[in-house]
């Protein structure tokens, strides 16, 4: 990231007066009645000094209006007739972007909401360029001061909010967004982002604690618009990090009309999603289907430009077209890997990341797709996702929790007890790697000399119980506490046939050194509100990065996060000064001897049990144009477009 610093800084632009955007944006909304009216009259019908004028006058509004679509104007360019069919395996929360952590929502928030930035979709090694900002930003010379301008004339989507008004976005909505980001109230999944990094956050962050309500008119020295369109940002140190932070849709820009009028007791706006990006809320049945739509206010944008040699077939066919080329996104929430599984093969989905599950009903030995599904023209995209999967236990709990050394060993000797080889081997049909630290690879901070230290040995798993008194002190063949009440174990699990299965292996992983467990069965998403509030014991869920940044996976384990992202509730003295220290360095040897300190404390303290760092096979239908496999980038629908006359051309 501190390459990224510095190149920001070179790329930095002078700003473009707010004034002269601003009308030529107003003009253009008028030139198009302007424009059909003139083709409406006949020029037989008008005197020659009047036809001539009229004409000098149709020429300079044709001028401005190429003008105002270049400055990012609406262009009316997604196709109604087509419609992007997707599935979830898992259910949403909602699509307020400043509370949301899982990533199925996030999903959605990244096509309704504009982040100052995004990664280019083509350019390979990954690029962060503007999105709603007009510039790179402009950090000076110690890191800790941010300039940011945004680009004139993006409107919100239209909403009863606005009172029948068009809506421009401003440099104030993202200070009012960052700042939800940080109240307390919010409860935000992504409060890591900002959270100690804001010059004079700290006092009103504090007094929002105390009076239960966050002052967001209150001034704050490092967080201000300092015009119309420029944001200033005071650091109180250099964050190497923010720069990739600013991509992800929790720094996206949200109306504060908009959650003054929906929003909830937490000041949440899960149901009422209204932001400038290229789709828009159509219907949303919860963990049903959820249906977008392109947003006929967008602004005029274009497919990226790429001259790199791998990219000649896809510039070929998406050259020059305007984005969204896509009318309606169906996402329908399916649990179950078989049945979203045929439904791709059916041709109901246009592309499906492969249930690893289903992998050998798709691929070969080799990991190639099968002959019969190659022939249809059916592509597959592979790679290692930036993700984690893992284990918590709550530290906080009675049972599993503390940090004294008899927990500490039932914790070891749980997760001695999971065999995570037969997971992959089994479980995953081979798609992942045993986990051996927070950081998955390909993102920065992970150290491949880094091997962990807990593998599965049931014999020492039995001997480490035996020693700290975890025995069975009734005859009934389970072991008991320590103090002889009995051991049994709460995990949260979800009641798809895929979770049934993890399930059965935790079961006999368990019974094998004679600890009960029972599982909590509930939806991901009721899940992952008790998770949140510390009434889940246990819970198997994983992790995955939207940005090449490793250092976001800490922060799931620092002690102030605890409620936050930090669903175990760990908070060690030790680790949280190293989170601290790592913080303010770029990413490096010296913060990666640190990330390592990090991981051997995760390791002997066992707050999670490691599974595996995942595989991805996404299977992608012949008619999808415009798709290029990307790891941080999940889902852009505004760059896919469906050849309809190939999709119906399939046999139903």
């Known amino acids: 990231m501190a390459r990224s610093l510095s190149v920001t800084r070179r790329m930095s632009s002078p700003r473009r007066s707010p004034a002269t955007s601003r009308s030529c944006c107003d003009c253009r909304s008028a030139m198009y009645r302007d424009v059909s009216r003139s083709r409406a009259g006949s020029a037989s019908s008008v005197a020659p000094d009047s036809l001539r004028k009229r004409r000098m006058r149709k020429r300079s509004l044709t001028l401005l209006l190429l003008a105002a679509i270049a400055l990012g104007g609406p262009v009316a360019a997604a196709d109604l007739n087509k419609t992007l069919r997707v599935s979830f395996p898992i259910a949403e929360t909602g699509f307020d972007p400043a509370p949301v952590g899982d990533i199925y929502s996030q999903y959605v928030n990244r096509a309704i909401f504009d982040p100052l930035y995004r990664y280019d979709y083509l350019a390979r090694p990954y690029k962060i360029v503007p999105n709603a900002a007009a510039a790179m930003p402009q950090i000076t010379p110690d890191g800790k001061t941010w300039t940011i301008k945004i680009k004139p004339g993006i409107y919100f989507a239209d909403d009863p909010a606005f009172n029948g008004k068009k809506r421009e976005l401003t440099a104030a909505d993202y200070v009012y967004s960052w700042k939800r980001v940080i109240d307390p109230k919010m409860r935000s999944n992504n409060i890591q982002v900002f959270d100690g990094k804001i010059v004079g956050a700290e006092p009103i962050v504090a007094a929002a604690k105390a009076s239960g309500k966050f002052d967001y008119d209150a001034p704050m020295e490092g967080l201000e618009a300092t015009d119309r369109y420029t944001i200033r940002l005071k650091l109180n140190f250099p964050s190497y990090e923010l720069m990739a932070d600013l991509t992800t849709s929790p720094t996206a820009a949200v109306a504060r009309e908009v959650v003054e009028k929906y929003g909830d007791e937490n000041g949440w706006t899960m149901a009422n999603p209204v932001g400038t990006g290229p789709y828009r809320l159509k219907e949303w049945r919860r963990a049903q289907k959820i249906v977008l739509e392109a947003n006929p206010g967008f602004r005029a944008e274009t497919f990226p430009e790429s001259s790199a040699p791998e990219d000649r077939e896809i510039m070929a066919r998406m050259r020059g077209k305007k984005l969204p080329l896509i009318g309606r996104i169906e996402i329908s929430i399916i649990e179950e890997s078989n049945p979203r599984l045929l439904a791709f093969q059916s041709g109901e989905l246009d592309y499906l990341t492969l249930p690893s599950d289903m992998t050998t009903n798709v691929l070969g030995p080799d990991n190639k797709l099968r002959p019969e599904l190659a022939k249809q023209g059916i592509v597959l995209a592979r790679g290692v996702q930036p993700a984690i999967t893992y284990t918590y236990f709550n530290m906080d709990d009675p049972v599993v929790g503390g940090y004294t050394k008899e927990k500490v060993a039932l914790r070891r000797a749980i997760s001695m007890s999971y065999n995570v080889d037969e997971e992959i081997r089994v479980l995953r049909q081979g798609q992942g790697e045993p986990a051996t630290q927070p950081i998955p690879p390909n993102v920065g901070g992970y ?42 174990l709460m995990m949260g699990s979800d009641p798809s046939a895929t979770q049934r299965q ?105 707050p999670w049990l490691l599974h595996a760092y995942r595989h991805e096979n996404v299977l992608v239908q012949p008619w999808v144009l415009g798709y290029k496999h990307t790891v941080f980038d999940w889902h852009p629908w505004r760059y896919y477009d469906i050849d309809l006359e190939r999709r119906r051309a399939v046999p139903k």
């Open 447 to 488: 150290d491949p000399k880094l091997a962990g230290s807990l593998k599965h040995d049931v014999a020492a798993a039995k001997a480490l119980l035996d020693r700290f008194g975890y025995v069975d002190k009734d005859g009934d063949g389970w072991r008991d506490l320590p103090d002889g009440r009995p051991l049994k």
């Open 502 to 606: 993890y399930d059965e292996l935790w079961q006999r992983s368990l019974a094998s050194i004679g600890i009960r467990v029972e599982f909590v069965k509930q939806k991901w998403p009721d899940l992952l509100k008790m998770a949140r509030y510390g009434q889940l014991q246990m819970w198997f869920l994983g992790n995955i990065n939207t940005t090449p940044e490793g250092f976001g996976f800490m922060s799931l384990l620092y002690g102030p996060h605890s409620g936050f992202a930090n669903l175990a509730r760990f908070n060690l003295p030790e680790f949280n000064q190293l989170y601290e220290q790592a913080q303010k360095l770029p990413d490096g040897p010296q913060r990666t001897q640190i990330f390592r300190k990090m991981s051997e404390l995760v390791n002997a303290y066992a």
